[in-house]
Every structure is written in C-alpha cells, then in structure tokens.
Antibody
Framework: EVQLVESGGGLVQPGGSLRLSCAAS????????MHWVRQATGKGLEWVSA???????YYPGSVKGRFTISRENAKNSLYLQMNSLRAGDTAVYYC???????????WGQGTLVTVSS | QSALTQPASVSGSPGQSITISCTGT?????????VSWYQQHPGKAPKLMIY???KRPSGVSNRFSGSKSGNTASLTISGLQAEDEADYYC??????????FGTGTKVTVL
C-alpha cells in the first residue's frame, strides 16, 4: 500500500526556517517525481514545488529562492527546506506522488506550518 | 502564474448532473492535455478523480467525466450522490515543469 507521511510542521516566527519531511513507502520512491502542495485554512490548493527522478527541481515564483525541495532515495524521503518564512506561508503542506498518468495520485495527510510571532 | 478560475459553488439534487468549469489561458489549459481534477472532503487530503483531461484512475466512479475546449476544462458529475458533496479543484500543467491549481468549487447536494 502506498503511504506518504509528512512531518516537521510547527510554529515558526517570521523570517525563520523549517524543514518538512515526507516518508514514502509501498512503491519504488526513486522512480517517481514528487511534489509539495499547500493549502491555507479555508483556501484553495497551491503548488509549491516538484522534484524529478533525476533531482531536477521546480518552483513557482512565490517560493523560488526561499524554498528548496530535495530527495534522499536511499531513505525513501522527500524534504522541503523553507527559509525566510512569511505569514502568507502559513498552511497545511502536503507531499504528493506524480503518477505515470501525470496526475498527483497519492497524497499524504499533511503537516501544518504556522508562521507567526 | 494566476490560479485557474472555477465557480465558487455548484449545487444539484440527487440524481442530477452538474458541471464544473475551469478556465485558464493559452499558456496552461489551452496548451496541454494535462488537466487533472481533485476531490477534497473536509479535513481530508485531495483525491485524484481525473487526469489527462478525461481519464479516470482505477477505482473512480464512471459518474465522473472530464473534457476540454480551448482554454476551459470541465468536470461533469452525473447521477449526483450525497457522497459527492466536497470541494473540487482542477490543475493544469503550465509549462517549464510548473503547475497551477484552480480556485476550487464547493459542490452541494441539495
């Protein structure tokens, strides 16, 4: 069974940093592109970053230069390093697998990041 | 990259059909057949319902169907059921390995 389990969320002050982790199981992690998607309370989904099987990385303008996605295939783990955090980054962060179909076919349960003083 | 535009809410009675639109631009929806749709119940993670505009993952009811015309994609739910009440989001590839989600639509079963 495919499972994605996020961790590392919490309360951080504006300007601070946080590292999220996503533990994957039930599939060959190294063979799939992976994504982070976030959702502020009561708001819609926002694509945050993606990493290919070769380690190539992609970001939208809203987080480029502040967030870094990475993966450690030996540990079946995905990471999101978030720096220079702002109040607007407050959200539940989901990791998701991009299936061969191109859609995000499996999602974790999410981890809450709160940026506040 | 601006969010794709969806109606805030759509409602229907049990057994009816409803359609949710997702309007983008020629840089995203209009350029790629890589539109997907997600269902999200309160407090839950999103679930993939449609990929590549009109394809259904294994296990998703055939009451859900997708289509696209120009810069607008659509999700149709036929034979509406109480369990279909949820938020729905479209998502499109937008080039340069970037993606954009829709604003989301709340579906209410009357």
């Amino acid at each position: 069974e495919v499972q994605l389990v996020e961790s590392g969320g919490g309360l951080v002050q504006p300007g601070g940093s946080l590292r999220l982790s996503c533990a994957a199981s039930g599939f060959t992690f190294s063979s799939y592109d992976m994504h982070w998607v976030r959702q502020a309370t009561g708001k819609g989904l926002e694509w945050v970053s993606a990493i290919g099987t070769a380690g190539d990385t992609y970001y939208p303008g809203s987080v480029k230069g502040r967030f870094t996605i990475s993966r450690e295939n030996a540990k079946n783990s995905l990471y999101l390093q978030m720096n220079s955090l702002r109040a607007g980054d407050t959200a539940v962060y989901y990791c998701a697998r991009e299936g061969a179909t191109g859609g995000l076919d499996y999602w974790g349960q999410g981890t809450l990041v709160t940026v506040s003083s | 990259q601006s969010a794709l535009t969806q109606p805030a809410s759509v409602s229907g009675s049990p057994g009816q059909s409803i359609t949710i639109s997702c309007t983008g631009t020629s840089s995203d929806v209009g350029s790629y057949n890589l539109v997907s749709w997600y269902q999200q119940h309160p407090g839950k993670a999103p679930k993939l319902m449609i990929y590549e505009v009109s394809k259904r993952p294994s296990g998703v009811s055939n009451r859900f169907s997708g289509s696209k015309s120009g810069n607008t994609a659509s999700l149709t739910i036929s034979g509406l059921q109480a369990e279909d009440e949820a938020d729905y989001y479209c998502c499109s590839y937008a080039g340069s390995s970037s993606y954009v989600f829709g604003t989301g639509t709340k579906v209410t079963v009357l």
